[in-house]
C-alpha cells in the first residue's frame, strides 16, 4: 500500500463548479497535511496545510481532514480554467520529510 | 518570507559529464534541505535530505555517490550529478526547512535536467 494515495484523476469540471480532491494515508502518526499546485513544468506551490480535524476554509479552497479515516480532501469552489493543475497531496511524518501522492490533474472547463 | 532560490532553472549536458544544482534560501536559515526528483507525470519522489555540517541522508533506491549533496552552511545546498546519463534527465526540485519555521512549506522553482 502507497504511504499516500491519490486518484490520478483527470479529474474535469465545469467553470463554477465545486471540484473535489481526495488523498488517504496510510501512516496513523502523520500530524501535517498540505495541498499543493503544480502547474505543467512549474515547481509545487503551497496552498493549503491542515493540522486538526475539521475544515479549513482560505478563499474558494477549503481543506478538509479526518484522522480517523486516515482521509483529506480538497474543495475548490467556483473552479476557474486558471486552477487547471495538478494538485498533490502531501503528508510530513518526520519534521519537514514529504512524503507525496500521485497527484490529481485537475481540468476546468469554460 | 521563506523564500528558496534554486538554479540552474534547466540545464542540458552531454552523458558522463558532471553537473551541480544549487538551493540557497533566502530570509531564513535552512538546517534541513530536502531533495526530490520527478520524472514526467509522475510525483515528487524524495532522494535525500541534507542536514547542515553531515552527512546527507539518502532514500533507499538513491545512489548517493552518483548524487552528491553537500551542505555547508545554513543558506546553500548543492547537488551535483556526476557522470550524467539520459536516464537521469528528470526535474529536480529542493525544499528547506530552519528558522524561523517553515516545515518544509516552500520549494526551489527546480531544475529541469536534460542528458544527450
Known amino acids: 500500500q502507497k504511504e499516500v494515495e491519490q486518484n490520478s484523476g483527470p479529474l474535469s469540471v465545469p467553470e463554477g463548479a465545486i471540484a473535489s480532491l481526495n488523498c488517504t494515508y496510510s501512516?496513523?502518526?502523520?500530524?501535517?497535511f498540505f495541498w499543493y499546485r503544480q502547474y505543467s513544468g512549474k515547481s509545487p506551490e503551497l496552498i493549503m496545510s491542515?493540522?486538526?480535524?475539521g475544515d479549513k476554509e482560505d478563499g474558494r479552497f477549503t481543506a478538509q481532514l479526518n484522522k480517523a479515516s486516515q482521509y483529506v480532501s480538497l474543495l475548490i469552489r467556483d473552479s476557474q480554467p486558471s486552477d487547471s493543475a495538478t494538485y498533490l497531496c502531501?503528508?510530513?511524518?518526520?519534521?519537514?520529510?514529504?512524503?507525496f501522492g500521485q497527484g490529481t490533474e485537475l481540468s476546468v472547463k469554460p | 518570507g521563506a523564500v528558496v532560490s534554486q538554479h540552474p532553472s534547466w540545464v542540458i549536458c552531454k552523458s558522463g559529464t558532471s553537473v551541480k544544482i544549487e538551493c540557497r534560501s533566502l530570509?531564513?536559515?535552512?538546517?534541513?534541505m530536502f531533495w526530490y526528483r520527478q520524472f514526467p507525470k509522475q510525483s515528487l519522489m524524495l532522494m535525500a535530505t541534507?542536514?547542515?555540517?553531515?552527512?546527507?541522508?539518502?532514500e533507499q533506491g538513491v545512489e548517493k555517490d552518483k548524487f552528491l549533496i553537500n551542505h555547508a552552511s545554513l543558506t546553500l545546498s548543492t547537488l551535483t550529478v556526476t557522470s550524467a546519463h539520459p536516464e537521469d534527465s528528470s526535474f529536480y526540485i529542493c525544499?528547506?526547512?530552519?528558522?524561523?519555521?517553515?516545515?518544509?512549506?516552500?520549494f526551489g522553482s527546480g531544475t529541469r535536467l536534460t542528458v544527450v
Open positions: 525544499s528547506a526547512v530552519g528558522f524561523p519555521a517553515n516545515y518544509g512549506y516552500t
Open positions: 501512516d496513523r502518526v502523520s500530524q501535517s
Open positions: 491542515i493540522y486538526s480535524n
Open positions: 502531501a503528508v510530513d511524518n518526520q519534521g519537514g520529510k514529504l512524503i
Open positions: 530570509d531564513f536559515q535552512a538546517t534541513t
Open positions: 541534507s542536514n547542515e555540517g553531515s552527512k546527507a541522508t539518502y
